[in-house]
């Protein structure tokens, strides 16, 4: 019999990758105020996020996840994961595009003061490093607009529709 209930390790990888990714949301739109103290934490989550997302994409191509409830119409899971999979882009392409940006100019990203960060391949150039600034700016927007559809299906389910989907995920 099929679990009703996503596996722990998954449970475990959505909800901390969910607090890194919230708060590196948030330390990317506090920047401009403490920039020198704020930064070298969201390089560090923007890498910890893009690692975990790697083996959370694996993970998911290995694990069949549960099966959507009878009950759920068919825009209900073509929604869901349309999402989700928007989410697993998301969660490589915004780190990556900080790390291109980062790889462009003259600055590193140490690790924990023990090595740099390699750089990537890409042209050092300000109007490169400009581009990817851009990019990654906009993909975090767009990961934010994500994240406020989700959360807010996900409280449709909960007290709406009262199906008890998030259980999915907490149990």
């Not at 003259?106 to 990817?132: C, H, W």
């Amino acid at each position: 019999m099929e679990s009703a209930h996503y596996n722990k390790v998954a449970r475990i990888l959505h909800w901390t990758m969910a607090v890194l990714i919230v708060g590196n949301l948030i330390g990317g739109l506090l920047n401009d105020i403490a920039p020198r103290m704020i930064m070298p934490g969201h390089f560090m989550g923007g890498l910890l996020i893009l690692t975990l997302a790697v083996i959370r994409l694996l993970w998911r191509l290995t694990h069949r996840p549960p099966a959507w409830p009878a009950h759920f119409a068919t825009w209900e899971k073509v929604s869901a994961g349309a999402v989700h999979w928007a989410f697993y882009v998301m969660m490589i392409l915004v780190p990556l595009s900080g790390w291109l940006m980062v790889s462009s100019s003259d600055r590193t990203i140490s690790i924990y003061g023990l090595f740099n960060l390699p750089k990537l391949p890409v042209e050092q150039s300000e109007a490169f490093g400009q581009l990817m600034s851009e990019r990654h700016e906009l993909l975090a927007y767009a990961t934010i607009a994500l994240l406020v559809f989700h959360i807010a299906a996900a409280l449709r389910h909960q007290y709406v529709k009262k199906d008890g989907i998030m259980a999915r995920m907490w149990a």
